[in-house]
């Protein structure tokens, strides 16, 4: 089925203010200086060639500010500077309800595992504990990710010493009320930006990248978060764009360009049989461009608790291989992974609505839910799939999938609830 010329021309008009918005959105980096003190680390030491090791120069900025009577410290990591630091934690509560981190300049990560060498292998860059905090700034933060993705056990499960567990790029523990805008990450060795058990977080204007064959490479992963957006952002990576884990709820992911990449994904959830809690999820506005998945909900059989109240609208597809998928069934080799009596997350009360474009599989609406915890109430409405191949033609598989469509194409197949 064909997209009409209005909903084309809708998508078309959504791409453009898009990024009209992400290149005016920027803010005056000397307006949220004069607010307070500031700290920069050149004046603490740091050099600044890309060579040299300016962590402690880093965290001795951080140490001043943060414990500072000002009422809004900054920390300054200035421009035409590129400062390398080894793994770090910057640590809260700070003094100051409020304190600013503008990252002008770059930051990057040694390029040898060594470094890492009695080390927690999962962190490079921490925030733990702050409250109020504000990283802003049009620098870049690159985690050079190679030399992890050439040893990592996804890709040469074969070689000697291979690495399961690599380095988040930027991660954030326990920060409450916290913005990060206008930031370039790339080259995360794993996931690039990791929000866990935060409340009232923030992230706008965010550009990511990475190459579509870096393994576990998610953009944004959120988890055990309350009160979460991301909005007028890009991302491109080898995993997820963002994925959202258990015990998060209060989502909003607004205005975002997703791909390479294997979609936006609430889960994978349960894997551990634990209890799985995620609700109140909101996805628009969203373009995905190659993508291996658009509009993702994948659960494991011996995951339980619940998964509620998300809506998937005004979205738009270019050649996705599964644009929108349920997966009750999420395993480590696919399709091995069967029903199991008494366990299984319930999905429920999920809605999809004005949703274009093209599918370059056969299945583009594929709901596989389970046999003795199925889904209910899902809500498809102007929905509209056709295939990325010319004359070829889509269809949607659905299994214990029951709900109401308006307005499908292909028909969803759900069944009447």
């Known amino acids: 089925m064909c997209l009409s010329r209005k909903s084309l021309y809708t998508m078309e008009v959504f791409l453009l203010i898009l990024i009209l ?16 003190g500031s700290f920069n680390v050149l004046d603490y030491g740091a050099i600044g060639d890309g060579r040299t090791n300016d962590t402690q120069a880093f965290l001795n900025a951080w140490r001043d500010a943060c414990w500072s009577g000002v009422e809004s410290p900054v920390v300054i990591i200035p421009q035409n500077f590129i400062f390398l630091v080894y793994p770090l934690t910057f640590w809260g509560p700070c003094n100051s309800n409020k304190i600013y981190f503008m990252i002008s300049g ?35 933060i690159d985690g050079q990710g190679k030399a992890w993705w050439d040893h990592s056990c996804a890709h040469q499960s074969y070689l000697k010493g291979c690495t399961r567990l690599a380095p988040t790029a930027l991660k954030f523990v326990s920060c409450n009320e916290t913005s990060v805008s206008n930031m370039y990450v790339n080259n995360s060795p794993q996931t690039h930006i990791l929000v866990l058990g935060c409340h009232g977080f923030n992230l706008h204007n965010i550009f990511i990248n990475s190459p579509v064959d870096s393994p576990n490479t998610d953009g944004i992963h959120i988890q055990s978060s309350h009160r979460f957006s991301v909005t007028h952002s890009i991302i491109s990576t080898g995993d997820d764009c963002v994925s959202i884990g258990d015990y998060t709820s209060d989502v909003e992911i607004n205005n975002i360009v997703c791909g390479p990449g294997h979609g936006i994904s609430i889960g994978s959830l349960g894997k551990s049989g634990n209890i799985v809690q995620v609700e109140s999820i909101h996805v628009s506005n969203v373009y995905f461009s190659g993508t291996t998945n658009g509009a993702r909900i994948k659960t494991w059989q011996v995951g339980r608790g619940t998964v509620r109240d998300v809506i998937f609208e005004n979205l738009l597809f270019n050649s996705v291989q599964n644009p929108i998928i349920i997966d009750q069934h999420y395993c480590n080799v696919q399709g091995a992974c069967k029903d199991i009596t008494g366990s299984g997350v319930k999905i429920s009360n999920i809605v999809y609505r004005n949703i274009f474009g093209t599918s370059s599989t056969d299945v583009a609406i594929n709901l596989n839910c389970s046999k003795y915890v199925p889904c209910t109430n899902i809500v498809m409405q102007f929905v509209q799939l056709s295939s990325a191949t010319p004359w070829k033609i889509v269809s949607a598989d659905c299994e214990n999938a029951y709900g109401q469509e308006y307005g499908v194409g292909p028909s969803s197949c759900l069944l009447q609830s």
């Open 21 to 36: 918005g992400l290149a005016s959105s920027r803010i005056d980096c000397q307006n949220i200086i004069g607010h307070g």
């Open 106 to 140: 770059e930051i990057i990560a040694p390029s040898s595992l060594g470094t890492w060498k009695g080390r927690d292998a999962s962190e490079w860059v921490v925030f733990r504990d702050v409250k109020g905090l504000t990283i802003d700034g049009s620098g870049t």
